[in-house]
């Protein structure tokens, strides 16, 4: 089990280009959650997938973030026009199901700097 | 809605010193409550968690009690290592919620 598997680990893109982040969930694993991660904000929650259905993107900046999960051995956070205020950790994360008592599983990140 | 509180944003200690970072929670329902752990180029990972009142989570020397009276999963460990330095975040998840609510984060740094 090589965990939750996130490429690039970093990326740096100059400002207005796109920015495409991987992710491979663990096998088996029904739902996959994105975060991004700042010293200033902390860990926020972006988007939610579950057996590949989008369920939830209340995180998620509308107007230049989109996530996808086209099958479920990976998902993708795409970024387009990306802006300094971009930079940042973005973390994907998978779980068996979901419930109160779920551990959930992170990758390493992708850490994204906009120049 | 749903909320964790994390008062420390740094907490640094020496070694063998006893640990205790605070965490209240505000929660409509009864939640499962979990302590993660974060070292520096990792994701967090799972620490231990709890579910009941007065259950007890515990994890490589690091304990938690669960207090629905305090509303209340502070962490503690008797003795810490250089090996701890790390971010600690509290958590919460309920059963009609999938979503895992966070705290702040408290980062543990350990001076030799």
């Known amino acids: 089990n090589a965990g939750v598997i996130q490429t690039p680990r970093h990326k740096v893109t100059g400002k207005g280009q796109e920015a495409t982040l991987w992710c491979e969930p663990i096998s088996g694993h029904s739902a996959v959650f994105w975060y991004r991660q700042t010293i200033v904000q902390g860990l926020e929650f972006l988007t939610y997938f579950r057996n590949q259905a989008p369920i939830d993107d209340s995180g998620m900046p509308k107007e230049r973030f989109s996530a996808q999960m086209p099958n479920q051995s990976h998902s993708t956070l795409k970024i387009q026009s990306t802006q300094p205020q971009d930079s940042a950790v973005y973390l994907c994360?998978?779980?068996?199901?979901?419930?109160?008592?779920?551990?959930?599983?992170f990758g390493k990140g992708t850490r994204l700097t906009v120049v | 809605g749903d909320s964790v509180t994390q008062t420390e944003g740094q907490v640094a200690l020496s070694e063998e010193d006893f640990l205790t970072i605070h965490c209240n929670y505000s929660?409509?329902?009864?939640?499962?409550l979990f302590w993660y752990v974060q070292y520096p180029g990792e994701g967090p990972q799972l620490l231990f968690r709890a579910s009941r009142d007065k259950e007890k989570g515990s994890s490589r020397g690091f304990e938690a009690t669960y207090d629905k009276g305090t509303t209340s999963f502070h962490l503690r460990k008797a003795s810490v290592q250089e090996s701890d330095s790390a971010v600690y975040y509290c958590?919460?998840?309920?059963?009609?919620?999938?979503?895992?609510?966070w705290g702040s984060g408290t980062k543990l740094i350990i001076k030799p």
């Open positions: 994360a998978s779980s068996l199901v979901t419930g109160s008592n779920t551990e959930v599983f």
């Open positions: 958590a919460l998840s309920e059963d009609s919620n999938y979503q895992l609510i």
């Open positions: 929660a409509s329902g009864y939640p499962t």
